[in-house]
């Protein structure tokens, strides 16, 4: 793909905000990467290619904040 691939824990730290409503912008701001980037790993989440089985074994290994 193009664009740089996400570390398996920024991919958690989208998509749980995500989860609890806030914006693709304020994801983007507060991880640090432009909000297109946020709208690809949401999208591939929508599509289930970024299972919940797979996000809760990531957050269960990932390192906090």
């Not at 570390?7 to 914006?23: H, Q």
């Not at 983007?28 to 297109?36: D, L």
């Not at 996000?55 to 290994?61: E, F, K, P, R, T």
């Amino acid at each position: 793909g193009s664009g740089k691939e996400l570390k398996r824990d920024t991919i958690v730290t989208i998509i749980t905000p995500y989860k609890e409503g806030y914006k693709y912008k304020d994801i983007a701001t507060c991880v640090g990467i432009v909000a297109g980037q946020v709208q690809k790993w949401i999208m591939k989440f929508e599509a289930e290619e970024v299972t919940p089985v797979l996000l809760q074994s990531l957050a269960l290994v990932g390192p906090g904040r």
